[in-house]
């Protein structure tokens, strides 16, 4: 079965860093994407970025470019995000999931971690 | 970046009917459009990718339709289960981008 299972979210106060994991199981994780997906509440899904699958090639929303670094850890099977100077507008439950290239389709996603930034 | 304007943002409708919604890129995107199913609470679900094709899984009761910068997702004979929030998402560009998602009630 696959799973993946997200962890590390929080309260952080705003400028603070916070780094997310994405454990995953019962697939061959080399062979994909992995994408992290945001939600604020209430509010619809915000794509935040995505590696591919040797971990060498990386994408990011504008908004959270320069901010945010995500990566991967083919040895243990989890994708991660670094995420620095965060800011209120990053509160949100963060999904990671699994992905396909030809069509970035997303197949497979967590039950997501929430983040909350506020003082 | 390429927009996604999903139409309507919410609609009613009873089990048994057939609803579609809508969704327009802001530039040709092919087939690269893919459709979520979101309940409350929930993870998102993939139903359609590539703009036609059925996901493993997914009952056929759910089609997809479209291509250039019009897409739409048709839910046939809709069962309790299917009340939730449809998103559409562009896979085209590498700054991939949803739509703001369509709350489909019970009436």
């Known amino acids: 079965e696959v799973q993946l299972v997200e962890s590390g979210g929080g309260l952080v106060q705003p400028g603070g860093s916070l780094k997310l994991s994405c454990a995953t199981s019962g697939f061959t994780f080399i062979h994909y994407v992995m994408t992290w997906v945001r939600q604020p509440p209430g509010k619809g899904l915000e794509w935040v970025a995505t590696i591919n699958s040797a971990g060498d090639f990386m994408d990011y929303a504008a908004s959270m470019k320069g901010r945010f670094t995500i990566s991967r850890d083919n040895a243990k099977n989890t994708v991660h995000l670094q995420m620095d100077s965060l800011r209120d507008a990053d509160t949100a439950l963060y999904f990671c999931a699994r992905g396909q290239p030809q069509f970035a389709q997303f197949e497979s996603w967590g039950q997501g971690t929430l983040v909350t930034v506020s003082s | 970046d390429i927009q996604m304007t999903q139409s309507p943002s919410s609609l009613s409708a009873s089990v048994g009917d057939r609803v579609s919604i809508t969704c327009r890129a802001s530039?040709?995107?092919?087939?690269?459009v893919n459709w979520y199913q979101q309940g409350p609470g929930k993870a998102p679900r993939l139903l359609i990718y590539a703009a036609t094709t059925l996901q493993g899984g997914v009952p056929s009761r759910f089609s997809g339709s479209g291509s250039g910068t019009e897409f739409t997702l048709t839910i046939n004979s809709l069962q309790p289960e299917d009340f939730a929030t449809y998103y559409c998402?562009?896979?085209?560009?590498?700054?991939?981008?949803f739509g703001q998602g369509t709350r489909l009630d019970i009436k």
């Open positions: 998402q562009q896979g085209y560009s590498n700054i991939i981008t």
């Open positions: 530039e040709e995107i092919s087939s690269y």
